[in-house]
């Protein structure tokens, strides 16, 4: 996907209730664990802001 032309200029941010098991499928990723844990959306806002600078 993010091969494709029209998403080569995006940034993304990858969440996953299940990182091992990602891993397990299709190697080492950036992707974030969300377990529901209250710190757990900050991580992710965080991310999501550290995409969007990287993409200004």
Do not use: C, H, W
Not at 33 to 43: F, H, M, Q, S, T
């Amino acid at each position: 996907m993010r091969s494709a032309e029209p998403m080569q200029r995006r940034e993304f941010v990858l969440t996953t209730t299940n990182k091992p098991a990602l891993e397990q499928l299709v190697g080492d990723t950036e992707a974030l664990e969300i377990i529901g844990k209250p710190y757990d959306l900050r991580r992710v806002i965080d991310a999501v802001r550290a995409a969007l600078a990287r993409g200004a």
